[in-house]
């Protein structure tokens, strides 16, 4: 199983470009989130989706937008870079029913804004 | 709102030494609790979990159980060795928005 994909691995830009970064996973989660880690801050939620047609805004959703128009997707853009969003950015997904379920991550985005 | 602390790190520790990462947590209502370890230039892969009182959570031998009356889940391990070394932390999930909140993560260094 593949899990969850996330594409690209790297990505450098320049600030004021806008980009998405892609996330998309098989194993048919309601619950899909994207998350920003920063040193010393643990990881943070950006937004989340419980599923196809929902999406909410988690800790720090400013400069980021989202979309879930499929269960299997859910791609992260950024719509005007800025250096403060240089970050590793991870997608994780889970089944939505109940807190017992983990969250399944991704191996990551390293973004970085010049 | 909910919230989990962790010991900073780094924990430098030689090979066959006794392991404790603390980790309290507040929150409403009856959260699950969570380890996540991250190795270097990886994702965050489930460690263990616990989703209730009393529960311990045990694998690779590890273990941490859930203490309610403290608000604590802390990491454990009788022999770490260099393969351990890594960023571990702590999580919870909320009962009643599915949020998954973190702690900052304590880096573990194992020495031989």
């Known amino acids: 199983n593949a899990g969850v994909t996330q594409t690209p691995k790297f990505q450098v830009l320049k600030t004021g470009q806008s980009m998405t970064l892609q996330c998309a996973q098989d194993?048919?989660?309601?619950?899909m989130s994207w998350y920003r880690q920063d040193p010393g801050m643990g990881l943070r939620l950006i937004h989340y989706?419980?599923?196809?047609?929902?999406?909410d805004q988690g800790e720090v959703p400013n400069g980021y937008n989202v979309s879930r128009s499929t269960t299997e997707d859910f791609p992260l853009r950024l719509l005007s870079a800025a250096p403060s969003q240089t970050s590793v950015y991870f997608c994780?997904?889970?089944?939505?029913?109940?807190?017992?379920?983990?969250?399944?991550f991704g191996d990551g985005t390293r973004l970085s804004i010049l | 709102g909910d919230s989990v602390t962790q010991m900073e790190g780094p924990v430098t520790l030689s090979e066959e030494a006794f392991l404790t990462i603390n980790c309290t947590y507040t929150?409403?209502?009856?959260?699950?609790l969570f380890w996540y370890v991250q190795y270097p230039g990886e994702g965050l892969q489930l460690l263990l979990k616990a989703t209730k009182a009393d529960d311990k959570g045990s694998n690779k031998g590890f273990e941490a159980t859930y203490r309610k009356e403290t608000t604590s889940f802390h990491l454990e391990k009788g022999s770490v060795q260099v393969s351990d070394s890594a960023v571990y932390f702590c999580?919870?999930?909320?009962?009643?928005?599915?949020?998954?909140?973190f702690g900052t993560g304590t880096r573990l260094q194992v020495f031989p």
């Open positions: 999580a919870l999930r909320s009962y009643n928005t599915d949020k998954l909140i």
């Open positions: 989706s419980v599923g196809a047609g929902i999406t």
């Open positions: 929150a409403t209502g009856y959260p699950s």
């Open positions: 994780a997904s889970s089944y939505s029913q109940g807190s017992s379920q983990p969250q399944h």
């Open positions: 194993m048919n989660h309601e619950y």
